[in-house]
């Protein structure tokens, strides 16, 4: 009776560990979108310091990816068993957030054309600093950096929840905490690499083989082309993952997106790349719109508030 019970234990542990594993891949191919967009993002946002300190910036960034994951898979879980209607507008607050800091970073750098920093060159941004001064400015790009992962890591976990929202709490606890932790460690794992492909390069440069001469040659060549792109990349995908959880929490939107994508199909020879296209398009002009309108909220509140401050004080 005993072994019969174990064997009874074994099989429904057996099904269930079946089951988190289907609906973990299920989830995986429904972020992988989201990861990509991570991925561009943290590699531009940890770019801009040195090159001694670029792997120690990174590993702060993924501690502060594990924190936010470790406070919003619970508060996910609450959320969704106590207050589920609070998921959208939530995710739509951290959209209009993305928003406001790719435009931002937008008006920062056209309206500001003479700001000391300069993401792309991370040696003209640190020289002239004091330690404490680079200390701070290295401070400044992680809190930047965990923000930002923060919203994205809410629409992973997000998603994820939808996927496992059937089943039971013990299946969306296994899932959600497995989608976590191999989300951030293959994003930052990612990173890391990213950042250090110049190093591999002058390390395949120094070799004999005319082989590995020629890739360290292409690796060093092209490594700030890479991070060039990459910082164009991420700041587009924070119109495009902002927009695109806006435009969703926007029934009339959302459905508006989608019959002009439709409607794109009957062009001839671009149609179907029309179609494929224009959501994805279309979400991230309403994020530069979306962005404008909140940056310009927060200048306006920003100038009324130190003046009703100053009143007061008077």
Known sequence: MAGSSLLALLDDIAAVLDDVALMTKVAAKKTSGVLGDDLALNAQQVSGVRADRELPVVWA?????????LILVPLALAISAFIPWAV???LMLGGAFLCYEGFEKLAHKYLHPKAPHN???????????SQEEIAA?????????????????AEIIAITLGTVAHTGFLQQVLVMSGIAITMTI????LVAGIVRLDDVGFYLRDKKARLAKAVGNGLVNTTPYLMRTLSVVGTAAMFMVGGGILTHGLAPISQLITNWSAATASVPAIGSLLQALSPTLLNMLFGVIAGTMVLLGVSVIS??????SANKSN
């Open 186 to 189: 293959g994003v930052y794992g």
């Open 137 to 153: 400015y290295e401070k400044q790009k992680v809190k930047g950096a965990i923000r930002t992962d923060f919203i994205l890591s």
């Open 61 to 69: 960034v993924a501690k502060g990816s594990f924190i936010n994951k």
């Open 303 to 308: 100038k009324v508030i130190p003046k009703k």
């Open 119 to 129: 993401d792309n060159d991370p040696q003209a941004n640190t020289p002239a600093l």
């Open 88 to 90: 959208t507008p939530l």
